[in-house]
């Protein structure tokens, strides 16, 4: 399915109003949108990019998804060494870094500082735990989202079936290192640190970047309502 394509049965279901939910759940309203369009999930090509992700929307929910994951080279101080220094326990009594990073500084006395070059995690002290230079996180950010089909739905519970009516399609490409600086000042962006102590290792879930779906619209540099 190319573009016009997509417009052309979103507009139809658009006008469609209220329909009912295919599939009970989270991921109710992603496999409704695919059904009614009649599209395997990310299967959208635009002429200058290979594959669009689709994103389906309730209006009237805000959770948190995952951009993308990163790690590479951003670690200032052995992981293990900064589990042992700033990590918590579990239930289990596993010591890890399970925290989700914002500018104001958290229990450890770990907190997200943001520069126009990079974002990092820091100590109170002024310890530099972790970096990632922002044009890097720029380059992975479109590696893993060069585009998105960002649809949105207005929601009814009707005898505890979900009902979707799918209002706005937009079409979001392209971001920058400014935009997504100001972004994580903005605290748009988070950071999730996701690793536990594994005796002589630290064991890394990876780095992940995440945002408000109703955010999302706020990370791209080109938005085009279809």
Same mark, same amino acid.
């Given at each position: 399915?190319?573009?016009?394509?997509?417009?052309?049965?979103?507009?139809?279901?658009?006008?469609?109003?209220?329909?009912?939910?295919?599939?009970?759940?989270?991921?109710?309203?992603?496999?409704?949108?695919?059904?009614?369009?009649? *599209?395997?999930?990310?299967? &959208? %090509?635009?002429? !200058? +990019?290979?594959?669009?992700?689709?994103?389906?929307?309730?209006?009237?929910?805000?959770?948190?998804?995952?951009?993308?994951?990163?790690?590479?080279?951003?670690?200032?101080?052995?992981?293990?060494?900064?589990?042992?220094?700033?990590?918590?326990?579990?239930?289990?009594?596993?010591?890890?870094?399970?925290?989700?990073?914002?500018?104001?500084?958290?229990?450890?006395?770990?907190?997200?500082?943001?520069?126009?070059?990079?974002?990092?995690?820091?100590? *109170?002290?002024?310890?530099? &735990? %972790?970096?990632? !230079? +922002?044009?890097?996180?720029?380059?992975?950010?479109?590696?893993?989202?060069?585009?998105?089909?960002?649809?949105?739905?207005?929601?009814?519970?009707?005898?505890?079936?979900?009902?979707?009516?799918?209002?706005?399609?937009?079409?979001?490409?392209?971001?920058?290192?400014?935009?997504?600086?100001?972004?994580?000042?903005?605290?748009?962006?988070?950071?999730?640190?996701?690793?536990?102590?594994?005796?002589?290792?630290?064991?890394?879930?990876?780095?992940?970047?995440?945002?408000?779906?109703?955010?999302?619209?706020?990370?791209?540099?080109?938005?085009?309502?279809?």
């Amino acid at each position: 399915m190319n573009l016009e394509e997509f417009k052309q049965k979103f507009n139809e279901l658009k006008v469609k109003g209220f329909v009912l939910s295919t599939r009970g759940g989270p991921t109710g309203i992603g496999h409704t949108l695919e059904t009614y369009l009649g *599209i395997d999930e990310n299967n &959208i %090509a635009l002429p !200058d +990019i290979e594959e669009v992700e689709i994103k389906a929307h309730r209006g009237n929910v805000n959770n948190m998804i995952t951009l993308f994951t990163f790690n590479r080279k951003a670690w200032k101080i052995p992981p293990l060494e900064a589990i042992k220094k700033y990590g918590s326990f579990d239930k289990n009594g596993r010591q890890g870094l399970y925290y989700t990073m914002s500018l104001k500084p958290n229990s450890a006395g770990l907190f997200l500082y943001v520069t126009d070059d990079d974002v990092s995690v820091r100590h *109170i002290s002024g310890e530099a &735990i %972790a970096v990632w !230079d +922002i044009h890097v996180l720029v380059n992975r950010f479109i590696q893993k989202i060069p585009a998105m089909l960002f649809v949105s739905a207005f929601v009814e519970e009707r005898d505890g079936r979900e009902y979707f009516h799918f209002y706005r399609a937009q079409l979001m490409k392209g971001t920058s290192a400014e935009l997504l600086s100001n972004q994580f000042r903005a605290e748009n962006i988070l950071v999730d640190l996701r690793l536990h102590d594994k005796v002589t290792m630290a064991r890394n879930h990876g780095t992940g970047f995440r945002t408000y779906e109703k955010k999302l619209p706020l990370l791209f540099n080109e938005i085009i309502d279809l």
